[in-house]
């Protein structure tokens, strides 16, 4: 960009671009503190390619991740996580695995099995990270299917007063649990949870909750959950209203950045939170044994 200084005619700012319009741009330097620029100033701008997500960030994100949807039954397997939920969402019923498995692939896979085997449910495996590359080539070489990838975006997040439609408050409502349970109210909302620490989104038409969405904070990080709208209420951009909303109750609250998780073959939702400033960091999947 220009720089009226004596002697000298531009300066660099490296970073992610977080902003772009008419007017200015904003960039979020590695040292976190994000810089505003004149649009008219700008005079040249060159994509640099983002560095692998180190994984140490994808074994904090997980984590923070998992604490914010905490399935109803859990269990330690050295270092990997089982969970329960009665069968609401994969993510509450699969063992994640973020670490090599103790004792080797052939004890981990056969525990996995015999506690999924116990109550009823297929067992299934989240895998994220470099880590857990060769536990999924061993998964496939036994014939456990691919399913279920998404992608985890992320934003900085600063301090903002919302003033929109959108209101958060502490515990879900009945009708939120009915859009967002999955035929599983009451599963739901043990999974959801509420009070400190979570908070819901929702924007209110002619007696009907006609947009919502979730906000549950771990550690340093907001993960946004389960935004919708209803049909007849579509493309109003209320799904916008309530991530904004919840992104700055989760600042309000602490966050310095707020998580999603979208499946991938969701081209458009991956669209429109990337214009909304999420960048993505890593991708995850889960190999379910075949039935």
């Not at 390619?49 to 604490?67: G, M």
């Not at 903002?160 to 879900?172: D, M």
């Amino acid at each position: 960009m220009k720089d009226a200084a004596p002697g000298r005619r531009f300066t660099d700012i490296t970073g992610e671009l977080i902003e772009i319009g008419p007017e200015r741009w904003r960039v979020l330097p590695a040292s976190g503190t994000a810089v505003t620029v004149d649009a008219a100033d700008v005079v040249a701008a060159r994509p640099i390619p983002p560095k692998p997500t180190a994984f140490s960030e994808i074994l904090e994100l997980e984590r923070h991740l998992a604490a914010t949807w905490p399935a109803i039954e859990t269990a330690d397997l050295g270092g990997w996580v089982l969970r329960y939920s009665q069968g609401f969402s994969r993510r509450a019923n699969s063992a994640l695995a973020l670490t090599a498995p103790e004792g080797g692939p052939d004890a981990a896979v056969a525990a996995v099995e015999a506690w999924y085997d116990a109550r009823g449910a297929r067992p299934l495996v989240a895998l994220a990270g470099p880590v857990t590359k060769r536990l999924e080539a061993d998964l496939a070489s036994r014939g456990w299917e691919a399913e279920g990838a998404a992608a985890v975006m992320t934003k900085a997040l600063e301090p903002v007063a919302y003033t929109g439609e959108a209101r958060v408050v502490p515990e879900p409502c009945a009708a939120f649990l009915e859009q967002a349970g999955r035929g599983r109210p009451e599963v739901a909302a043990r999974v959801f949870g509420a009070g400190p620490g979570r908070g819901y989104a929702e924007v209110w038409r002619d007696g009907s909750l006609a947009a919502r969405g979730r906000g549950a904070i771990a550690g340093d990080t907001v993960a946004i959950t389960n935004i919708g709208t209803l049909p007849q209420w579509r493309r109003q951009g209320l799904g916008a209203e309530v991530l904004h909303a919840l992104e700055a109750w989760g600042a309000e609250h602490g966050a310095r950045r707020a998580a999603l998780q979208v499946e991938t073959d969701n081209e458009a939702a991956l669209a429109m939170y990337a214009r909304q400033g999420y960048a993505e960091r890593y991708r995850y999947a889960y190999r379910a044994r075949p039935v």
